[in-house]
C-alpha cells in the first residue's frame, strides 16, 4: 500500500522528483559524477514504442500496469494472513508473532537500498526486475510448501516459511525502486501530461491489487479448509500464483520497453562524501588548523562544491524526517497489533460475517476515498475560512489523528479485556460448581469459605471462585451436602489451573468429577465446546461434516474441540438404541461452552449448554473510528510530507538526484528495527519469567511497528505508492 511511491518512483536515479510534477519535462542524461559507474552491458538504441489505440501512451505501460497490480497483490496479499498464520500455524505467541511480522516488514524496506544499486550501478532496472522477480517467485513457492501442515515436523514449516519470506523481502525490496521509474522511461520527452496520468494509472492499480487482496486472501485461508484447519497453504500459493503471472506479463512485453543504461548510484556517493568529511575532520583536530564553515566543508579536498553544497540542503530537510519513525510505527500495527485485536471482538456484520485479517482492506479503501475529499474538499474549505494550513501543520494534525487512533485502540482493548478469564497467578486456581442433580446441593472446600449457598440443579454457574493453595498443588477434601447425606470427595488441584466441579446422581446417590477447564479464551475467534454425558450409554456425536466426539456414559468429559462461530443446528447423536438429531444452537466468537447431554426424547437430544467463557461482546465495527483516524492522519502526513520534501529540494536536486527520499527510507528502516526489537525483547521477558507479555504489555498500547517508506501517499506498507500526485 502506500509507502511504495518513495521506493517505486524515486530510489533509482533516472526517475527524479519532477516525475511527480505536471508539467515537467523528462530528465536527459547527465555527465557523470564522480565516482560514478560506467553503463554496462548491451542497452539498444532508444525506439519509439507503439502506441496504444492511437493516443501518445506506450503500448509497453500496459505491461508494467498489469504486473505492477499482480505483484501488489502477491505482496498484500501474504502479509495480510502473515501474522494469523505465525498465531495459529506455528503456535507463537502474540509478542513473538509482532516481532517476526515487522522484521520481515522491515527487511522489505531496507532491500530497495540493494535494488537500487543493482539497477543503477550495474544490471538496469529491466534486468534487475527480472532477476529479482524470479527470486521473489522462488520465496512465494517455498512459503506456500512450508504452509503444508503434512510436509515435515514444525522446524521444517519455520526454516521453510523464514527462507520463503526472506527471499520474498529480497524481491519485492529489490523491484521497488524500479518498476515505477522504469514506466516513467517509457514516455518520450513531449509526453509529460501522458506521464503524469500514467502515474495516476500506476498509482491507482497498487491500490486496487491491495485493496482486492487484503479482502480475498483471508477469505481463502479461513473459508476453505485444508488438511483439517485453515488453508494457509492455499491463501499463499494463489499470491504466488499472481507473482508468477506478473513476471510472465513483464516478460511477454520486452520487446517493446525502452531500456536505459546505469548510470551510477548517487546514494554511494553522497555516503562517501560524508564519510571523507567526517574522518578528515578527525583527522584534523589541531588548534593550528583553521575552522570551516560547516562540517561537511571538510570534504572539499575530494569532492567538488556544488556536491557539498545539495548535501548541507538535504541535511537540513531531514528533520523533517525526523517524526517519521514515530508515525510508521504506529501506522504498521494494523497488520499485526490491530489484526489480534479484531480475533478478539465480533465480526458479525449481520449479512456477511469478516474475518479479523480482512479488516485490512479498510485502510486502502479509505485512502482512495480521503485523497480526493481533502484535495477537493477539506482544503479548499480551510483556506476559504482565511486559516493557513502549511505543510507542517498538516504533518502535526496527522500525527495527532494517528495518537488519537491509538488512543480508541486502547480504549476498545480495555472493554475487550472485560470478558477475559481473570488472570492465574502461583498458588491459585479458580473453581465453579455444575450441579447436574435434581436437587439443590450444599458444596464445601476444606478449609475455604467458598459456596455459601447451595447450588441449585443445572443453575447458570456464576463466575469462578478464587482458590488459595498452600503450593504449586494441594489436595482438599470436598463434601457434598444433599438431603440430609453428606459425602466427602478427595481431589488435588494444582496451581494456575482452572477447574469445574461436576456434581451428579449416581445409584440413588450423589458422584462427582473434578475437570479441568480452558484457562483462557479460544484463539482466532474460535468457539470451544465439551460435551458431558449424562446418559447411560456412550454416544458419539456428530457436530457438522469434520468433527467426531466419542463421549462415555456415566457423566465422563469430552476434550474441547473448536468450531468456527456458527449455529449447529444438524448434528447427530449416535447411541445403542439408535440416531438422534443434536441442535447446539449459536457457537459464538471466543466463547467456550459445556454442553450436558441429559436424555433421549422424541427423536432428538435434549441438552443443557453453559457459558464457560464469556463471547466476544465487542463489535469489530468499533475498530472503523481508529482506521479512519490512521487513514485520514496518513494522507495528511504522508501525502504532505513528500510534497513538502519535493518542494524544498527542488532548489537541491538536479533533475536526476533522489537522495532525499533515500534518506526517508532509511529513517523508515530504522523504525521497523527498531520495532522488531521492541516486540522481541518483550517475548524475552516472558519466557524468561514465564509469564505472557500480554499479561504486563497490553496489545494496545502503541507498539514501534515496521514500516516503509511513503511518498505520494501510504497504506500497509506501500502508502507511498498507492496514492494518487
Known amino acids: 500500500m502506500p509507502r511504495d511511491l518513495l521506493l517505486k518512483g524515486t530510489i533509482c536515479r533516472d526517475l527524479p522528483p519532477s516525475h511527480f510534477m505536471k508539467g515537467t519535462t523528462q530528465p536527459q542524461p547527465q555527465a557523470s559524477r564522480p565516482g560514478d559507474d560506467p553503463p554496462k552491458g548491451d542497452f539498444p538504441v532508444q525506439k519509439k514504442s507503439p502506441k496504444l489505440c492511437g493516443s501518445n501512451y506506450p503500448l509497453s505501460i500496459a505491461f508494467i500496469v498489469v504486473n505492477e497490480f499482480c505483484e501488489r497483490f502477491s505482496y498484500y496479499g501474504m502479509k495480510a494472513v502473515l501474522t494469523l498464520y505465525f498465531l495459529s500455524f506455528f503456535h507463537w505467541d502474540e509478542n513473538l508473532s509482532t516481532a517476526v511480522y515487522h522484521a520481515f516488514s522491515a527487511l522489505c524496506y531496507f532491500t530497495p537500498v540493494i535494488g537500487a544499486i543493482m539497477a543503477d550501478s550495474w544490471l538496469g532496472k529491466y534486468k534487475t526486475i527480472i532477476y529479482l522477480s524470479i527470486v521473489y517467485v522462488v520465496g512465494h513457492l517455498v512459503k506456500s510448501v512450508g504452509a503444508i501442515p503434512s510436509l515435515g515436523n514444525q522446524a521444517v514449516h519455520v526454516i521453510l516459511s523464514m527462507v520463503g519470506l526472506f527471499l520474498i523481502a529480497l524481491g519485492t525490496g529489490g523491484i521497488k525502486p524500479c518498476v515505477s521509474a522504469f514506466g516513467g522511461d517509457q514516455f518520450e520527452e513531449e509526453h509529460t501530461a501522458e506521464r503524469s496520468k500514467f502515474f495516476s494509472i500506476f498509482y491507482l492499480s497498487i491500490n486496487a491489487g491491495s485493496l482486492i487482496s487484503t479482502f480475498v486472501t483471508p477469505i481463502l485461508r479461513g473459508d476453505v479448509k485444508c488438511f483439517g484447519e485453515d488453508c494457509y497453504a492455499l491463501a499463499f500459493g494463489v499470491p504466488a500464483a499472481l507473482m508468477v503471472l506478473a513476471l510472465v506479463v513483464f516478460i511477454a512485453g520486452s520487446g517493446l520497453y525502452r531500456k536505459t543504461p546505469p548510470q551510477g548510484n548517487v546514494l554511494l556517493e553522497v555516503c562517501k562524501c560524508i564519510g571523507f568529511a567526517i574522518k578528515n575532520r578527525l583527522k584534523n583536530r589541531s588548534r593550528q588548523i583553521p575552522k570551516r564553515d560547516h562540517w561537511l566543508d571538510w570534504a572539499s579536498e575530494k569532492y567538488s562544491k556544488q556536491l557539498i553544497g545539495e548535501i548541507k540542503m538535504v541535511t537540513r530537510v531531514l528533520f523533517l524526517f525526523i517524526p517519521l519513525p514515530m508515525f510508521w510505527a504506529l501506522f504498521d500495527q494494523q497488520g499485526s497489533r490491530w489484526t489480534l485485536q479484531a480475533t478478539k471482538m465480533n465480526a458479525d456484520f449481520g449479512i456477511y460475517v469478516l474475518e479479523p485479517d480482512q479488516m485490512q482492506f479498510l485502510n486502502p479503501l479509505l485512502i482512495l476515498v480521503f485523497i480526493p475529499v481533502f484535495d477537493l474538499g477539506l482544503y479548499p474549505l480551510i483556506n476559504m475560512c482565511k486559516f493557513n494550513f502549511t505543510p507542517i501543520r498538516k504533518m502535526a494534525t496527522g500525527m495527532i489523528l494517528a495518537g488519537l487512533a491509538f488512543g480508541l485502540a486502547a480504549v476498545i482493548e480495555v472493554k475487550i479485556n472485560e470478558t477475559d478469564m481473570p488472570q492465574l497467578v502461583p498458588e491459585e486456581s479458580l473453581i465453579r460448581v455444575l450441579n447436574l442433580a435434581k436437587n439443590p446441593v ?33 489436595s482438599l477434601r ?72 466419542a463421549v462415555q456414559k456415566n457423566y465422563s468429559a469430552s476434550e474441547y474441540s473448536l468450531l468456527k462461530r456458527d449455529k449447529y443446528n444438524n448434528g447427530k447423536c449416535i447411541t445403542e438404541t439408535g440416531e438422534f438429531t443434536l441442535d447446539l444452537g449459536l457457537l459464538d466468537f471466543g466463547a467456550s461452552y459445556t454442553i450436558v447431554i441429559t436424555n433421549v426424547s422424541g427423536g432428538a437430544v435434549k441438552t443443557w449448554k453453559s457459558e464457560d467463557i464469556k463471547a466476544n461482546n465487542v463489535h469489530m465495527a468499533w475498530q472503523l473510528p481508529q482506521y479512519i483516524l490512521i487513514s485520514a492522519g496518513e494522507v495528511m502526513f504522508s501525502i504532505t510530507g513528500l510534497a513538502f520534501s519535493y518542494s524544498q529540494m527542488m532548489q537541491v536536486w538536479d533533475d536526476q538526484d533522489p537522495t532525499l527520499q533515500k534518506q526517508h527510507l532509511l529513517f523508515l528502516h530504522v523504525s521497523s528495527w527498531r520495532t522488531c526489537f521492541e516486540s522481541s525483547l518483550y517475548a524475552a521477558v516472558a519466557i524468561n519469567h514465564r509469564v505472557d507479555c500480554a499479561e504486563e504489555i497490553p496489545p494496545s498500547l502503541p507498539r514501534l511497528s515496521p514500516v516503509t517508506p511513503t511518498p505520494g501517499r501510504t497504506s500497509q506498507g506501500e502508502r507511498g505508492q498507492k496514492g494518487t500526485v
Open 442 to 474: 450444599q458444596v464445601t472446600i476444606q478449609d475455604r469459605d467458598l459456596f455459601q449457598q447451595p447450588v441449585e440443579a443445572f443453575q447458570n454457574p456464576a463466575e469462578y471462585s478464587k482458590l488459595i493453595l498452600n503450593g504449586e498443588q494441594q
Open 478 to 549: 470436598f463434601t457434598l451436602q444433599h438431603q440430609g447425606l453428606s459425602l466427602a470427595f478427595n481431589y488435588t488441584v494444582k496451581e494456575k489451573s482452572v477447574y469445574s466441579l461436576i456434581v451428579f446422581e449416581a445409584e440413588e446417590s450423589l458422584s462427582s468429577h473434578l475437570i479441568t477447564d480452558l484457562e483462557a479464551k479460544p484463539e482466532n475467534g474460535l468457539a470451544a465446546v465439551r460435551f458431558i454425558n449424562g446418559l447411560s450409554q456412550d454416544v458419539n456425536l456428530t457436530i457438522d461434516s469434520e468433527q467426531f466426539i
